[in-house]
T-cell receptor, first 112, second 115 residues
Framework: DTEVTQTPKHLVMGMTNKKSLKCEQH?????MYWYKQKAKKPPELMFV???????INESVPSRFSPECPNSSLLNLHLHALQPEDSALYLC???????????FGPGTRLTVL | TQLLEQSPQFLSIQEGENLTVYCNSS?????LQWYRQEPGEGPVLLVT?????EVKKLKRLTFQFGDARKDSSLHITAAQPGDTGLYLC???????????????FGKGTHLIIQP
């Protein structure tokens, strides 16, 4: 299984809602990532988990909260988002630092 | 400051033509990766280049890593409509807090191959 799955595929939420994005991989990878991608822009790294230890991109606002329940699962909890947070949120995983990152199909998020 | 500069940002050519996409940086990277992304999907890795001066071929795609490991190029021969997509170069950067590194991407090249 060389697939990274993400749910939901699409999400529409209001600025007062709380929602979560989910990502799963069963390749035995020990590093998992969240990226944010705006239209016609490259992905931007948000968070990295390696062996379930978090590294943070310090520019990410606190209304985004990652969680890694185990080495196969990665969540992104969303609270009090702004319309400018609307984007494609990509999850990726890799075995090691210099190795191939496998990306999921993304969750298309719209904040109203 | 953009760590990785890609050019051109947009390219539209006819089927059968050749093209080259460039990825440049003032920083030295231990490796550079090239990805291709189609609308509504995640990026898919095409190649990783590690050694300065390295050349890798993937069918009609040729990837080169500069001798100083600061730049890379992607050359497509006899482009086909199926090559249409967003091409991204990426290098590994280390973020505070330790742990695994993450990728920093160039702005990408939007390529359209017209039949």
């Amino acid at each position: 299984d060389t697939e990274v799955t993400q749910t939901p595929k699409h999400l529409v939420m209001g600025m007062t809602n709380k929602k979560s994005l989910k990502c799963e991989q069963h390749m035995g990878h020990r590093a998992m990532y969240w990226y944010k991608q705006k239209a016609k822009k490259p992905p931007e790294l948000m968070f990295v988990y390696s062996y379930e230890k978090l590294s943070i991109n310090e520019s990410v606002p606190s209304r985004f909260s990652p969680e890694c329940p185990n080495s196969s699962l990665l969540n992104l909890h969303l609270h009090a988002l702004q319309p400018e947070d609307s984007a494609l949120y990509l999850c990726a995983s890799s075995q090691g630092r210099w190795e191939e990152q496998f990306f999921g199909p993304g969750t298309r998020l719209t904040v109203l | 400051t953009q760590l990785l500069e890609q050019s051109p940002q947009f390219l539209s050519i006819q089927e059968g033509e050749n093209l080259t996409v460039y990825c440049n940086s003032s920083s030295v990277f231990s490796s550079l990766q090239w990805y291709r992304q189609e609308p509504g999907e995640g990026p898919v890795l095409l190649v990783t280049v590690v050694t300065g001066g390295e050349v890798k071929k993937l069918k009609r795609l040729t990837f080169q890593f500069g001798d100083a490991r600061k730049d890379s190029s992607l050359h497509i021969t006899a482009a086909q409509p199926g090559d249409t997509g967003l091409y991204l170069c990426a290098g590994v950067v280390k973020y505070s807090g330790g742990g695994a590194d993450g990728l920093t991407f160039g702005k990408g090249t939007h390529l359209i191959i017209q039949p």
